[in-house]
């Protein structure tokens, strides 16, 4: 069993920054993949971008592609997700999933383990 616990979501103007946190506790962090989900309300939960378990392959959806980035510390039991240049189609709750199941999972139901969510929204 893992737990993941989000933090770092608010509120900003378009073009500002975040970075969400998705702090692990439970079983071993460094053998899951980590991944980002977002979802906007009335609209499914949608892949953001994952992590191998070593961080050194990372995958990232194409709306988000060169304005957010995925790190992780395994040491920390942490994954971090940098927002660039947000805009206002970014707004949603995201949420940190882990993964045992494939590497660079894109899908919901490759997660093993979800996180609360965390709000973020973006103003124009």
């Known amino acids: 069993q893992v737990q993941l616990v989000e933090s770092g979501g608010g509120r900003v103007q378009a073009g500002g920054s975040l970075r969400l946190s998705c702090a692990a506790s439970?079983?071993?962090?460094?053998?899951?993949?980590m991944g980002w989900f977002r979802q906007a309300p009335g609209k499914e939960r949608e892949f953001v971008t994952a992590?191998?378990?070593?961080?050194?392959?990372?995958s990232v959806a194409n709306s988000v592609k060169g304005r957010f980035t995925i790190s992780r510390d395994n040491a920390k039991a942490t994954v971090y997700l940098q927002m660039n240049s947000l805009k206002p189609e970014d707004t949603a709750v995201y949420y940190c999933?882990?993964?045992?199941?494939?590497?660079?999972?894109?899908?919901?139901?490759?997660?093993?383990?979800w996180g609360q969510g965390t709000q973020v929204t973006v103003s124009s």
């Open positions: 999933a882990a993964s045992s199941i494939a590497t660079i999972a894109s899908m919901v139901s490759e997660y093993d383990f």
């Open positions: 439970g079983r071993t962090f460094g053998i899951y993949d």
């Open positions: 992590i191998a378990w070593s961080g050194d392959i990372t």
